[in-house]
């Protein structure tokens, strides 16, 4: 095979491979694309809802489960995917082979739970495109610099396809899911939310640490950086698409999207940020937001949802409480759910805060802080008001029914 034929990477999340009629189904869209003329890398989530089961199971075996064995359980369940896909590409006639995040030289740093990709060696995985193969890849994982297995948190599938386009310098990545792309709200909670055809980068970034949850956001920050283009697609071949670039079209909407993200929370410190940095580390639930003013600190953080039964975020609001400031006095705290619109406008010439508020006036009380950060307008909102808040906010700003 050619070896300037163009390099295509797919992944496929769990519910695209949750059974074996679906694995079928995606072997035969990576066959499809081979013998189009392109060299393919599937990367693939864990069947179902086999990560779930995973953690579920650790922690009966334990409340604490030791976060380097974690990691290894965990991995487990991409590793099982990728085996029985290859087997059913190689069913359909086709070579094939699969890796793990190690094999294919994801290399990332030493935090279990929630590794960041620091290099990507992908040698390996260009010897056996070059060879005619089609390369499965397991999702989510990768190798730390100590050799220890790793797992790259929330959207770890996402990030690993991004990170071989990007080293693979391939022609795109195609994200494929349940639904047909990225929407201007949660089609289940606003009837009239509308499938968005192309975003920035910086958008769909904004988007995703919002709570957007087509793309995880660690995705499309390394997308981003290497500006690898993205297309978010349905598996079941339903038409539309999104495609996230460097370069949108400029005469998109200023507003792209109403969000929510459920499980926050807000910190009002009066110390100095230096100190909180010191004092506070937020490496397993980093902030969403952060805001230096001169006599207070705000510092928004948000629960990684994907691991349900973890107690990482108990624990940080557990420091969070006992942490006094220089003066002595401790945070205050406000949880809840973050409901946000995101758009280029904000921050623009145009004043947003005035129609924010009066789309929420119902749900928004004078004291009730609003917080603008990059392309995000934002505020806290007790979980019972969330939905019918982002609702009002969609009707307001991109023209949907409340």
């Not at 359909?92 to 994801?106: D, K, N, R, V, W």
Request: net charge negative; charged share 20%; proline share 5%.
């Amino acid at each position: 095979m050619s070896q300037q034929q163009p390099i295509i990477v797919q992944k496929f999340g769990g519910s695209s491979v949750a059974d074996v009629a679906g694995i079928r189904r995606v072997a035969a869209h990576a066959v499809a694309t081979r013998r189009s003329g392109k060299r393919v890398v599937v990367v693939v989530s864990a069947m179902g809802k086999t990560t779930d089961q995973l953690v579920q199971l650790a922690h009966e075996v334990t409340p604490t489960p030791d976060r380097r064995e974690l990691d290894m359980l965990l991995t487990a369940g991409e590793r099982i995917s990728m085996a029985i896909l290859a087997m059913a590409i190689r069913d359909l006639g086709e070579p094939a082979t699969s890796m793990t995040g190690s094999q294919c030289g994801i290399i990332t740093n030493d935090a279990p739970g929630g590794a960041r990709i620091v290099e990507v060696r992908a040698f390996r995985v260009q010897d056996a495109l070059d060879a005619g193969q089609i390369v499965i890849v397991a999702g989510f994982q990768g190798v730390s610099w100590k050799k220890e297995v790793t797992t790259l948190g929330r959207g770890g599938s996402d990030t690993t396809a991004v990170a071989l386009a990007a080293a693979l310098s391939a022609e795109a990545c195609e994200i494929y899911s349940d639904v047909d792309g990225v929407y201007s709200a949660d089609p289940r909670k606003v009837t009239d939310a509308r499938r968005l055809d192309e975003l920035g980068h910086d958008e769909m970034l904004a988007m995703a640490r919002a709570g957007a949850k087509v793309l995880g956001a660690d995705a499309v920050a390394w997308a981003r950086l290497h500006d690898v283009a993205l297309y978010a697609r349905a598996t079941d071949g339903r038409p539309g698409e999104t495609i996230v670039r460097l370069n949108p079209p400029a005469d998109r909407p200023w507003i792209a999207a109403a969000t929510l993200r459920p499980q926050c929370v807000l910190l009002n410190w009066s110390g100095d940020v230096a100190n909180l940095a010191t004092t506070l580390d937020t490496s397993a639930v980093p902030p969403i937001f952060s805001l230096q003013l001169p006599t207070q600190t705000l510092l928004l953080v948000g629960r990684d949802v994907a691991d349900a039964v973890d107690s990482q975020f108990g624990r940080l609001i557990d420091r969070l409480r006992e942490m006094p400031d220089t003066a002595g006095r401790l945070p205050t705290l406000v949880s809840g759910t973050l409901v946000s619109i995101v758009g280029p406008g904000v921050g623009r010439e145009c004043d947003l805060l005035t129609p924010f508020r009066a789309a929420l006036h119902t749900h928004l009380n004078a004291e009730t802080p609003v917080l603008a950060h990059g392309l995000t307008l934002s505020c806290l909102l007790p979980p019972d008001q969330a939905d019918a808040a982002v609702a009002a906010l969609h009707a307001a700003f991109l023209g949907g029914a409340a």
